[in-house]
C-alpha cells in the first residue's frame, strides 16, 4: 500500500476478510485424525465438546462377538488449532480437554497465519481502486496423543503436568489474591465503620449531662 492511499483510508471500507489456510505442523498424524477448529466468536463448550466426545471412553459402544462397534472408536489423537483471539481459547479447551481424559501427551507448535483483507472505496465513482492488504496472525496447534511424542520436540508436555495446577484448587490450597483482599476488605470495612460510631455515641453522652 502506497503512503498516498494509505492517508485515504477513510475513503475506503473493509468488504471482505479471508484467512488463508495453514499447513498443519503434524504430518504423520493418521488421516482421520480429528481436527477441532477454536475461533474467537465461540463458545468454549462447543469444542470441548466435540473433543471429548472423540477422545472420552464413554464414546466408545459396546463391541460384539464379531468385533463391530456399536459407537465411532476412541481416537488415539486430536488436534486443536487457532488462530489470533481464538489462541486463549484453544489452549484453555486443551487444558480441559486433559483434566477429564487422563495419561495425554501434548505438543504445541506456534506458527503464523496469513489474513487478507480487500477494502473497496466508499463511492464508485471517486475513481480510487479497491486495495488488499495482508496481515499475519498468531496461530497455535496443539495435538493430544495417548501415544508417546516425541520427547525432544520444542512444545512438548508430558502427561499429568497439569496436575498440580488443578490439585491446588481442589485440595483446599490458599485462597486467590482476589478473594483475600476481598475478604480482608469486606472485614476491616465493618470494623471500622462500626469503631468511629461507637466513639461518637460515647463522645455525646457527657456533652447531655450537663445540659
Not at 45 to 71: I, V
Not at 77 to 93: D, E, F, H, P
Request: positive net charge.
Amino acid at each position: 500500500m502506497s503512503v498516498s492511499a494509505s492517508l485515504q483510508m477513510e475513503n475506503y471500507k473493509k468488504t471482505r476478510s479471508v484467512e488463508l489456510p495453514s499447513v498443519c505442523p503434524f504430518p504423520a498424524l493418521p488421516p482421520d485424525t480429528p481436527e477441532v477448529r477454536v475461533r474467537d466468536g465461540s463458545k468454549i463448550r462447543h469444542p470441548l465438546r466435540f473433543a471429548l466426545g472423540h477422545m472420552e471412553e464413554r464414546r466408545r459402544g459396546a463391541q460384539g462377538a464379531g468385533g463391530a462397534t456399536g459407537g465411532q472408536a476412541l481416537c488415539r489423537q486430536i488436534v486443536l488449532t487457532a488462530s489470533g483471539k481464538g489462541v486463549s481459547k484453544a489452549i484453555t479447551c486443551a487444558e480441559m480437554v486433559k483434566r477429564r481424559v487422563g495419561g495425554l501427551h501434548q505438543l504445541t507448535q506456534l506458527q503464523f497465519s496469513t489474513v487478507e483483507e480487500v477494502w473497496d472505496p466508499l463511492e464508485a465513482t471517486s475513481g480510487l481502486d479497491s486495495l488488499t492488504v495482508s496481515r499475519n496472525l498468531p496461530n497455535i496447534w496443539i495435538l493430544l496423543s495417548r501415544d508417546t511424542l516425541d520427547r525432544s520436540q520444542p512444545g512438548y508436555q508430558e502427561p499429568g503436568r497439569h496436575d498440580t495446577l488443578w490439585a491446588h484448587e481442589e485440595e483446599g490450597g490458599p485462597p486467590r489474591s482476589g478473594h483475600k483482599r476481598k475478604k480482608a476488605g469486606g472485614g476491616g470495612g465493618a470494623g471500622r465503620g462500626r469503631g468511629p460510631g461507637r466513639e461518637t455515641v460515647r463522645s455525646r453522652e457527657p456533652a447531655k449531662g450537663p445540659i
